[in-house]
Structure formats: C-alpha cells, structure tokens
C-alpha cells in the first residue's frame, strides 16, 4: 500500500459562520439608509424642481466658473509640486539655515489658515503698491486670480514639501548604499532611485492634497474671482433660489469623485509590479 493510501482523507472544510447582527452592523445599516434616503429625496428634488430657464441663463457662468476653479488648481498643484522639491531637500538639509527656513515656511503655510493667506497677499500686499510698481510687480498682484494661484502655491508647496520630505525619508537606506557600492552618483541616486520609490509611496497624500484644493479653491469668490462659486453666488444673488448651492456641491462632488477615481487608476497602474 503506497503512502498516499495509508493518509487519512482530508476534512471538509468548516462551515461558514452566519454573520450575526451586531450593535455596529446594526447603527452601520441604519446610517447607510439614511444615506441612501436623503441622496433619493435630494435627487428627486433637483429633478421636480428644475427650472430649464434659470439652467439655460445661468448654465454657462457654472461652466465658465468651473473652467476658472480647475485652471486655479491645476496650475498652483503644478508650480507648488516644482517649489516643493526645494523646499523638502531644505527641510532634509543639514545647513542649519536652510534648515531652519525650510521648516519657518512649512510650518506657517501649514499652520495658519489658507484664507488668512489668501488675505494677507491680496489686501495686504496693496499697502506696498508703491514698491511694487517700482519694481513691475504690481500689475500681477493687482489681479484677484494671480493673489489666488500665488497664495494656493504657496499653500499645497508647504503640504507637498512635507509629503515629499516623508516619502523620501521612507525609502530604505539600504538603496542608498547600494547606488554608493555602485559609485553613481548623489544626483543620479536621487533622481532616478530615491525619488520614484518615494513617488510611489507619495502618490495617496499627493491626490488627497489635490482633492483639498479643489474645495478649498471655493474661498476665492470672496476676492472677486468668479470661479464655480464666485458664479453661484451671483445666481443666487439674483434669484434667491438656493438651489443654486446644491448643484454647485453636485459639481464639486462630480469633479472629486472623477479625480479619486481617475488617481486610483494611475496608482495602480505606477505600482502594478509590487502586486503579487
């Protein structure tokens, strides 16, 4: 008799617990209802109270506010993310001023509010427009919408610098040390090892960053920019109609849902060779 017929058959597997109805089931069923109550009544709403002559009016300033907001945010995210690597290499940096400058930068964009910012460079660098023409800066700072891009990139370089500064201090040290025994160089082990590793391990904070921008983009309507809503505020101006402000939040919530969707297809297509 072989081996294999002396061994004991296996045993069927155990059956599968039934899942019980546990107090967090329960209040996450109850909630998730509510959830799906207000999105139907929100949705029938909107549908019952659709007025195509206030859409056919106002639908083209959404769109042109809508274009605005995602110019604002996609030219500060860039520009930040080109100011960032300085800033994060300052922050690593053992110069005790580059240092200690890199760290005053992030730690007063980070700490103070993006509205405070966005104040202080539009009102108050008017004080100085006399110096800022004498040196040709004030037709740029005389513009609500260059305040706005230059306040959001100094704002998102503060957060992308700390992202970056984190994302390179988790690559292994062993990488370092291996470009080393290999005798490249610090700039090449830097560009092409260090920071695609930390790219990878960046990328979640990175798309959380941009998706805060996008709502926090909203604040500009206060400086007189007409952004999505700068214009909602002008429809509801004239119509009193607050419906104006919830298809301004289905917008938002439209273009955050497309950016989590569209940067979790990029993330798993940049990390599909770490999938086993």
Partial sequence: MSVIQRMLPPEPP????????????????????????????LFLFLVGSYDSQKMIQYGPGYLSGLWITLQLVIISVVLGAVLSVPVALGRMSKNKVL???AYIYVYFFRGTPLIAQLFLIYYGLGQF????ETVGLWTFFREPWYCALFAFTLNTAAYQAEIL???????????????????????VTFRKIILPQAMMVA?????????LMI??????????????????????????DFQTYLWTAVFYLLIVEALRNLWAVFERRLTRHLKR
């Fill in 165 to 187: 500064r984190g994302a390179i201090a988790s690559v292994p040290k062993g990488q370092h040390e291996g470009a080393a025994a290999l005798g490249l160089p610090r700039n």
């Fill in 99 to 101: 240092g200690a400058l």
């Fill in 14 to 41: 155990p059956p599968a617990l039934a899942a019980g109805w546990s107090p967090s089931r329960i209040a996450g069923h109850f909630f998730l209802a509510i959830w799906i109550a207000g999105s139907v009544g």
């Fill in 215 to 240: 709502k926090g983009s909203a604040i500009v309507s206060i400086i007189t920019v007409f952004d999505l809503m700068g214009e909602t505020r002008r429809a509801f101006s004239r119509t009193f």
């Fill in 203 to 211: 990328l979640r904070p990175y798309g959380n960053e941009i998706i």
């Fill in 129 to 132: 427009r006399g110096a800022l």
